[in-house]
């Protein structure tokens, strides 16, 4: 459908975890453009398609993110984060920390770097905020295409720690903002489903705090 | 696949526009709570799921929002929009905006309303910001989740104009905001893929600027 392969709705949305240790094999521009293209038919109000993707492939390029990448994740990884992922390798934080750090130190290899970038309202009432409803929605479109084509992606944002010299080597003009680096490339893991508590836990009927244990048939 | 029928991920992709004229009929319960699952299953920083979602059906909750949701929709649908609207009803801008505007007018009479509601950063360089990087992907997974069983969506965040009066019914409490409003049903209208500029217009190579008019083999 749409030139794509097919592929199931359902399991594409129940597998398509973060996968941050990836292959470095090339991607083909026709891929890369084709989960570009599912991420533009995300939701946009007033159709304004206020997003722009910078699709990095260049070694030095990706080295000079890479760089940056990995001291604001030496930022973050340190006494409980970095604890944990010692003391405790295989509980779930301990993986995801293990895998969040495995990125950091291997990022200047993946194959394809795409930096999605978004403008700012300019109503009064929210004068300066990106537009995130809008950028957000079609990164989750982007990684689920992907998910099609057997590419991992993983969301970051933690290259906006050194965002101001990071958008002067990518050339991001000031109205818009780098809020998303997503790393692509064919994954080394497996494909699974995320470990989420059930949903009615996350599901209140009519009012907050009015849980349900089992769904009525109706 | 995960107890859902089976449909196609990229028909999903491209043909989950927002459906802003819906049926009155029921939703069932189930169907509701397996498009929130299919929510929670969207990507999660640290695994944090910090997202609640309230399901509304009650006819005196949903009057209650209505009022409020057509209030701050006038508040915008006056001068230059308006004008748009009634002087070029065909035109791409016309159509969207007749069809919020029925929106606002009609949705009392939606079978639910999901309100999507997230906590916020406490870490210093962000703090109090929405994690709506989390809720806005978990958001677009519930809208096609939701298009596999026919069911028609809208993302609106015009309810948070009144967000006070409106969390303070539904008993959202202060640590979470109440970002989207997310009006549900099988809808009057037929899917259709929504009118986007080509991808390759909003793809940049390397650095920004940097556009392509054909995709290289490679």
């Known amino acids: 459908m749409f030139g794509n392969p097919e592929f199931d709705l359902y399991e594409a949305i129940y597998t398509t975890r973060a996968m941050r240790r990836l292959k470095p094999d090339p991607v083909s521009p026709q891929l890369i453009v084709k989960v570009i293209e599912a991420a ?12 722009k993707f910078i699709v990095v492939r260049d070694r030095e390029t990706k080295a000079f993110v890479a760089e940056r990448y990995l001291k604001a994740w030496k930022m973050y990884f340190t006494g409980k984060a970095r604890a944990i992922a010692e003391n405790d390798p295989q509980s779930p934080q301990g993986r995801i920390l293990r895998s969040a750090n495995y990125l950091a130190e291997h990022i200047a290899d993946v194959p394809v770097m795409i930096f999605c970038c978004v403008k700012r309202y300019t109503d009064p009432w929210r004068a300066g905020q990106p537009m995130l409803n809008a950028i957000f929605p079609a990164i989750q479109n982007l990684c689920l295409a992907a998910r099609g084509y057997g590419l991992g992606t993983s969301i970051t944002g933690l290259h906006m720690r050194f965002g101001a010299e990071i958008n002067e080597r990518l050339g991001v003009p000031p109205e818009y903002d780098n809020v998303a680096l997503i790393p692509m490339g064919y994954p080394k893991g497996r494909w699974d489903r995320p470990a989420r508590k059930p949903a009615l836990e996350a599901t209140f009927w009519e009012k907050w705090g009015n849980s349900i244990a089992t769904i009525p048939e109706e």
Chains 1, 2 share one sequence.
């Open 40 to 51: 533009t038919m995300g939701p946009s109000g007033g159709n304004r398609q206020p997003w």
